[in-house]
């Protein structure tokens, strides 16, 4: 596969996870504001701005509107959802011959209804722009697993997914760490991270920090936990490893990925909660130097050697 394709299709799965994950988190920090009448707004927009990587804008007022204006429309920002969109929508236009039509249709078409949502957003409340999102985020994360080649431009495009799924849920229980405590606060972390319902399933409705830690950053069966998130991408990037393991991973980022993963595997789930900002920062410097190391490894490896003709000048004896 040629690298540009793999890169695109790799960025392609970060892009559509990260617009997917951002909603999840808008869409539970706006409903929180909008409900709850003694939440300080100026301070609570500046925290969820920070966590996912904005600047709160200076000359404007901090408020639920500011917030969806500056995260979800601005389309002059490559880090708004919308931006997020438009990016995929532009790697998938590059990608063409290596992605399924159903795929380039769907965001495609969700790029180009992004307008009306919005429209409709601004009478009915953000959630109408957020949940719109998610739906076609869904969509094409199951049309890519029915529609995609189960081969090499499939495991790249899910070696972005999960590393990005990475770091969003890590962004996910930093915002709750400058929230207020108690379990209404972590729910809305499980609800965010689309896992509530698998949660109560799985511990009965007993709800406490130690549990929804554990049970976000360690679960092996629920498919958006940090544990399972790794697992999927150092085995995606396994397979896209042609070099033997004669004395282990030769790949960096492998190395980095398996190192993260079994960080958690063997963890005392007690220490989590006493400890969790440390191992969340952790968490995310991993993303970082994964991201780094798959785009110096796979997209723009060193160039070929260069010949000269020096021979050319040796006299024939």
């Known amino acids: ?46 925290h969820v701005t920070a966590v996912l990587g904005f600047t709160p804008e200076l000359d404007r007022q901090r408020t639920v509107w500011s917030l969806t204006e500056q ?39 969700t790029y180009n209804d992004l307008g009306e949502a919005e429209l409709r957003a601004r009478r009915l409340g953000p959630h109408e722009f957020l949940s719109y999102v998610k739906a076609r985020t869904a969509m094409f994360a199951g049309l890519t697993d029915a529609t995609l080649s189960h081969d090499d431009g499939y495991s790249y495009l899910l070696v972005g997914r999960s590393v990005e799924r990475v770091d969003m849920i890590v962004r996910m229980l930093h915002a709750r760490s400058g929230g207020a405590g108690g379990a209404a606060s972590w729910m809305s972390v499980l609800i965010a991270a689309g896992a509530q319902d698998t949660f109560i399933r799985t511990h009965r409705g007993s709800l406490d920090a130690e549990r929804v830690v554990e049970f976000i950053l360690l679960d092996r069966l629920f498919p958006r936990s940090v544990f399972h998130a790794l697992r999927s991408a150092e085995l995606n990037l396994a397979a896209l490893d042609r070099t033997p393991d004669r004395v282990g991973a030769q790949s960096r980022a492998r190395t980095l990925l398996g190192r993260a993963r079994s960080s958690l595997e063997f963890v005392d789930a007690s220490t989590l909660t006493a400890d969790l900002s440390a191992h969340l920062s952790l968490l995310q410097d991993t993303c970082r130097a994964v991201s780094e190391s798959i785009s110096a490894e796979h997209f723009h490896p060193a160039p070929f050697v260069s010949w000269t003709d020096a021979s050319l000048s040796l006299e024939v004896r």
Do not use: F, K
């Not at 890169?7 to 869409?27: C, F, K, P, V």
């Not at 706006?30 to 707004?41: G, I, K, R």
């Not at 959802?81 to 438009?86: A, E, F, M």
């Not at 990608?95 to 159903?102: F, G, L, M, T």
């Open 71 to 109: 995260v979800a429309y601005d389309r002059s920002d490559p880090r708004s959802i919308v931006g997020l969109i438009g990016a995929a929508r532009e790697n998938a236009r590059g990608a063409r011959e290596v992605i399924s039509s159903e795929m380039w249709e769907c965001l495609n078409a």
């Open 1 to 46: 596969m040629l690298s540009r394709n793999a890169e695109s299709l790799y960025w392609i799965g970060r892009y559509t996870e990260r617009a997917d994950d951002m909603s999840r988190i808008l869409d539970v920090a706006v409903h929180q504001l909008l409900e709850d009448p003694t939440t300080d707004v100026e301070s609570a927009v500046e």
